[in-house]
């Protein structure tokens, strides 16, 4: 099971359930507040073909990319192929 954030940017996040005993909720590292929880979901988040990494897709530039430990998309690290979802 999976926590489901909302990102600033409009993204969504999910986090292991298991980490909130060790880390807690998730935290904005923008704004230094916590993330609006929307809820919870069984599926799990979506893992590159390519690498394995999670990516989310990006409302904005309505593409994949993958993303970084805290769920923000990482666009600026060459991995040598672009974010795309296992299928
Ligand atoms: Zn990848």
């Known amino acids: ?12 996040i999910q986090q292991p359930w298991q980490d909130i005993q060790d880390v807690g909720t998730l935290i904005d590292p923008d704004s230094g507040e916590d993330r609006a929880m929307l809820g919870w979901t069984a599926t799990a988040p979506q ?14 530039s309505g593409s994949y990319a993958h993303l970084d430990e805290a769920g923000n998309p990482d666009r600026w690290i060459d991995r040598g192929h672009y974010a795309e979802p296992r299928t």
Do not use: F
Not at 1 to 12: E, Q
């Open 1 to 12: 099971m999976w926590l489901v954030y909302r990102a600033s940017d409009g993204r969504t």
């Open 47 to 60: 893992q590159c073909s390519g690498c394995d990494t999670e990516v989310s897709l990006d409302p904005e």
